[in-house]
């Protein structure tokens, strides 16, 4: 069993929603889908989605990922075993190092493929489920005037929902105006997240003004904050982490088992967002969750905006974590058209199923 092909494809999804956050706004999402093909004609294939442009870097647009894939990664790993997950980090690394996006969509093709060969589902091989179903947060809602995100907040508890997620990082009027709106319009028994995008950082925020910034929102009813300033700015999370009660999320501030470490020696936030492609796939991210899982500090999965390849990846990875925080948010299938059949993605109400599915249970043969 050895790599005889590996191609990158650009494809993208327009979404039922649209996206907007104080540093962008999108209405279409863009990902590379990877195929991985061995002697025996079998296939895997893993995806990762990409981010706006103003939170990019180099690497995580949809031309340099299928370039770093076909050109650079493609070579060095003809005529390994898929199996050999190790060697073939080592070669990305290699090759292409901080390309983290385009390991990924190869990391999560592997892992399709092993999947595939054994009839086994993604989760079954590494470590197994422990859990049947997992509560999924409501999709995300950008940033709208405070009347319309109320609505949008209100319609989703009437489905189910018990976790609503917001964008902010508007001036904090606005913030605080949004927050209230929906806190009213959904209760006080629904947790309420808000996401920041290092937004705060974006406008020229100083730790200081960001700790008031979160207290002010603390009071209107947020529950969880995520990300509030530069991913590379650890020791102002560690400040504002401790300055203010609700948990503090890091996301993108975390993409190495390295970036782990020294959030742990800082104690710079209360859980960590693992987003496989934000990682280099599952094979890191086992290692960055071991070293967190050790420190006591647990975490949250999901991407919001992926398509179903890679949220299915994020799911089997979800379901055989011990430290998970809930509510998963690999929820980006039900914000996207044309997504939520792809996949071996089963909804139970606002639960997310365990998937049965060998591999990561793609339905189509497109690829």
Avoid at 66 to 92: F, K, N, S, T, Y
Wanted: aromatic content about 4%; glycine content about 8%.
């Amino acid at each position: 069993m050895k790599i005889v092909a590996i191609t990158a494809h650009a494809v993208q999804a327009t979404m039922r929603i649209p996206y907007i956050t104080a540093m962008a706004q999108k209405t279409v999402s863009t990902s590379v889908v990877t195929v991985v093909r061995t002697d025996d004609g079998q296939v895997g294939v893993g995806q990762a989605t990409t981010s706006a442009q103003n939170y990019s870097r180099f690497e995580e647009f949809q031309s340099a990922i299928c370039q770093v894939v076909q050109e650079h990664i493609a070579p060095a790993l003809m005529g390994l075993d898929p199996h050999d997950l190790e060697e073939i980090h080592l070669r990305m690394n290699r090759v292409a190092k901080g390309h983290l996006y385009a390991h990924s969509t190869v990391d999560l093709a592997c892992h399709d493929w092993m999947g595939r060969a054994s009839g086994q589902p993604v989760v079954k091989l590494i470590g197994g489920a422990l859990r049947e179903r997992l509560a999924l947060c409501a999709p995300h809602l950008g940033i709208v005037p405070a009347h319309e995100m109320a609505e949008q907040a209100a319609a989703f508890v009437a489905q189910g929902y018990r976790h609503i997620n917001l964008r902010v990082g508007l001036a904090l009027a606005d913030d605080v105006r949004n927050v209230t709106a929906v806190r009213a319009a959904v209760g006080p028994d629904v947790a309420i997240a808000v996401d920041f995008s290092q937004s705060l950082h974006g406008q020229g925020f100083r730790n200081d003004t960001a700790i008031v910034h979160l207290r002010a929102l603390e009071k209107a009813g947020v529950n969880v904050f995520e990300q509030p300033v530069a991913d590379g700015d650890l020791e102002g999370l560690a400040k504002i982490s401790a300055a203010i009660d609700a948990p503090v999320i890091a996301d993108e501030a975390i993409r190495t088992l390295q970036d782990a470490l020294r959030l742990v020696q800082l104690q710079a936030a209360d859980a960590v967002k693992i987003k496989l492609m934000k990682v280099g796939g599952i094979h890191p991210a086992r290692k960055i969750v071991a070293v967190l899982q050790a420190a006591g500090i647990p975490v949250t999965v999901g991407n919001g905006l992926a398509g179903a390849i890679a949220n299915s990846a994020e799911a089997h990875f979800a379901f055989s974590l011990p430290n998970l925080k809930l509510p998963g948010e690999m929820n980006g299938f039900l914000r996207l058209q044309g997504q939520a059949d792809l996949c071996d993605l089963v909804m139970d109400g606002c639960d997310l199923l365990c998937p049965t599915q060998p591999g990561l249970g793609l339905r189509t043969q497109e690829y």
